[in-house]
């Protein structure tokens, strides 16, 4: 079974801070993506990476970049926390190409305070 | 790029009642519609999928249909039950890179 793990379940961070938020993925997938799910606003996509070091923006990057040194492993930066930056964070993987469902890992609820 | 539309954002059913969730989507080369579950405090699920080559699909209660002319395919749930209560997120699949983009999600609340 294919596992996601994001590296802390809740994090909070002081405005103006650097913040990263850390995926795994154990399942040699090639592509993966960051979500942000607010209220009414379902799942956003921020950014995702199809290969090694390569990355897309997705819907809503301002404010953040993201590091994809290893296959396994994908990480959001926010470069300098903003109040409006707080939300749940969902990484998700997808082995082969698009016709195959995402592999959601469990979130970070990010509070910027 | 690609905009998914879902409707309605909350659903209220007696339980042993049919549920249906609809979306739309802007982009015509979109080729792959899944269909997740998301319970409270957890991660969204995969709970059924269907491919631009097919116009339905169904897995014990649970059925999806795609219209492609219209560009907008549904979610069924038949004879819901209790455990059936969750967020439900309509995606579709376009572009070179194979952007998944979501709707906003139904809220469905199955009542005993």
């Known amino acids: 079974d294919v596992k996601v793990t994001q590296s802390s379940r809740y994090l909070v961070k002081r405005t103006g801070e650097k913040v990263f938020l850390e995926c795994v993925q154990d399942?040699?997938?090639?592509?993966m993506f960051w979500y942000r799910q607010d209220p009414g606003l379902g799942l956003r996509l921020i950014y995702f990476?199809?290969?090694?070091?390569?990355?897309e923006k997705g819907d809503i990057p301002e404010g953040y970049s993201v590091s994809r040194e290893k296959k396994e492993r994908f990480s959001l930066i926010l470069e300098s926390a903003s109040t409006n930056q707080t939300s749940m964070y969902l990484c998700?993987?997808?082995?082969?190409?698009?016709?195959?469902?995402?592999?959601f890992g469990n979130g970070t609820r990010l509070t910027v305070t | 790029g690609e905009n998914v539309e879902q409707h309605p954002s909350t659903l209220s059913v007696q339980e042993g009642d049919s549920a249906v969730i609809k979306c739309t989507y802007s982009?015509?080369?979109?080729?792959?519609f899944p269909w997740y579950k998301q319970e409270l405090g957890k991660r969204p699920q995969l709970i059924i999928d269907?491919?631009?080559?097919?116009g339905e699909k169904k897995d014990q209660r649970i059925a999806v249909t795609l219209n492609k002319t219209a560009k907008h395919f549904s979610l069924h749930i038949t004879e819901t039950q209790p455990e059936d209560s969750a967020v439900y997120f309509c995606?579709?699949?376009?572009?070179?890179?194979?952007?998944?983009?979501f709707g906003i999600g139904t809220k469905l609340q199955v009542i005993p």
């Open positions: 990476s199809y290969d090694v070091k390569m990355k």
């Open positions: 269907i491919r631009s080559n097919v």
């Open positions: 399942m040699d997938h090639e592509n």
């Open positions: 998700a993987s997808r082995g082969g190409w698009g016709n195959s469902p995402l592999h």
């Open positions: 995606a579709a699949t376009s572009g070179g890179y194979q952007k998944v983009t």
């Open positions: 982009d015509s080369a979109s080729n792959y």
